[in-house]
């Protein structure tokens, strides 16, 4: 495997770049549109109210379509969510990525998770939620989410339970978080299906973490969690742009097309489950 830093090369230059192409084949392939719109975030643990971005595509056709609200990590939207949306639009499903920082005025926050906490994502993505289910071509009935890193850790937030009654909206009703900081403090899910993927390998979200917050919840609800462990797969697994690898701050942050291959394949059959 072949490494490169991340600010030796000039990464942000071929994600805008990869973004454009994957835009332009977003929006001329089989979905009817790809529009920016905006909705306000549920007013869940004393929070204001804000008002957030997101990317909202469909598939061909009236509907109504199941649909998948897409949280990007802690860089911000990147090419590898243009490209999940796309794939989600193809499996039949409406999308909108939640941009989360840029009407916070923020560009990243790897350094300083908290800057946007994954409570607050949470409530952005609630927000969605609430957005898509007032649209003529949504299931309101069939809604789920996918987080990548910091959006992974938000979506564990997602599916607590308590946040469906603050927020006065009904829960998800699929989750799928890719390789999270998996918390364990205080966090409990509900019976909201959880599908946790994960790298042995990832040396910035260590998938351990992710055992001890597994263990760490009722027995009840430890059945609706599944954790999907790829050996020597690092974190990002499934970004196409993190080839060849780079480092972040001493983190490996890498490609790697067998495992990507195989979660594709999960969250496919997963979402297929718990939304058709």
Same mark, same amino acid.
């Given at each position: 495997?072949? /490494?490169?830093?991340?600010?030796?090369?000039?990464? #942000?230059?071929?994600?805008?770049?990869?973004?454009?192409?994957?835009?332009?084949?977003?929006?001329?392939?089989?979905?009817?549109?790809?529009?920016?719109?905006?909705?306000?975030?549920?007013?869940?643990? !004393?929070? =204001?109210?804000?008002?957030?971005?997101?990317?909202?595509?469909?598939?061909?056709?009236?509907?109504?379509?199941?649909?998948?609200?897409?949280?990007?990590?802690?860089?911000?939207?990147? @090419?590898?969510?243009?490209?999940? @949306?796309?794939?989600?639009?193809?499996?039949?499903?409406?999308?909108?990525? &939640?941009?989360?920082?840029?009407?916070?005025? &923020?560009?990243?926050? %790897?350094?300083?998770?908290?800057?946007?906490?994954?409570?607050?994502?949470? %409530?952005?993505? *609630?927000?969605? @939620?609430? *957005?898509?289910?007032?649209?003529?071509?949504?299931?309101?009935?069939?809604?789920?989410?996918?987080? $990548?890193?910091?959006?992974?850790?938000? @979506?564990?937030?997602?599916?607590?339970?308590?946040?469906?009654?603050?927020? #006065?909206?009904?829960?998800?009703?699929?989750?799928?978080?890719?390789?999270?900081? %998996?918390?364990?403090?205080?966090l409990k899910t509900t019976t909201t299906p959880l599908l946790i993927l994960a790298g042995a390998a990832?040396?910035?979200?260590?998938?351990?973490? %992710? /055992?001890?917050?597994?263990?760490?919840? !009722?027995?009840?609800?430890?059945?609706?969690?599944?954790?999907?462990?790829?050996?020597?797969?690092?974190?990002?697994?499934? !970004?196409?742009?993190? !080839?060849?690898?780079?480092?972040? =701050?001493? +983190?490996?942050?890498?490609?790697?097309?067998?495992?990507?291959?195989?979660?594709?394949?999960?969250? #496919?059959? $997963?979402?297929?489950? +718990?939304?058709?």
């Amino acid at each position: 495997m072949s /490494y490169t830093n991340l600010h030796e090369r000039p990464f #942000k230059y071929r994600v805008i770049i990869l973004i454009c192409f994957l835009f332009f084949v977003v929006t001329t392939s089989r979905q009817v549109s790809a529009e920016w719109i905006t909705f306000n975030t549920a007013p869940v643990n !004393d929070e =204001d109210s804000t008002i957030i971005r997101g990317l909202i595509s469909k598939p061909v056709g009236d509907g109504p379509f199941a649909a998948v609200i897409i949280a990007h990590g802690c860089f911000g939207v990147e @090419a590898n969510q243009h490209s999940w @949306a796309q794939r989600l639009n193809d499996w039949g499903y409406v999308t909108i990525i &939640v941009d989360s920082f840029t009407p916070r005025d &923020v560009n990243t926050v %790897c350094e300083s998770p908290q800057q946007v906490s994954p409570q607050t994502r949470a %409530c952005d993505v *609630y927000g969605a @939620a609430a *957005y898509l289910r007032k649209q003529p071509f949504v299931n309101p009935n069939k809604i789920a989410m996918i987080g $990548f890193s910091h959006g992974g850790w938000a @979506a564990l937030y997602v599916t607590q339970d308590y946040l469906p009654e603050q927020a #006065k909206e009904e829960p998800i009703q699929a989750v799928v978080s890719y390789y999270p900081w %998996c918390e364990n403090k205080n966090l409990k899910t509900t019976t909201t299906p959880l599908l946790i993927l994960a790298g042995a390998a990832d040396d910035w979200t260590p998938v351990e973490r %992710c /055992y001890n917050y597994i263990n760490a919840q !009722d027995s009840g609800y430890q059945q609706n969690i599944t954790l999907k462990v790829y050996d020597q797969a690092y974190h990002g697994f499934d !970004d196409l742009s993190m !080839d060849p690898a780079v480092i972040y =701050d001493g +983190y490996t942050i890498a490609y790697d097309l067998n495992a990507a291959t195989n979660s594709i394949k999960e969250i #496919k059959e $997963f979402l297929t489950r +718990y939304l058709e």
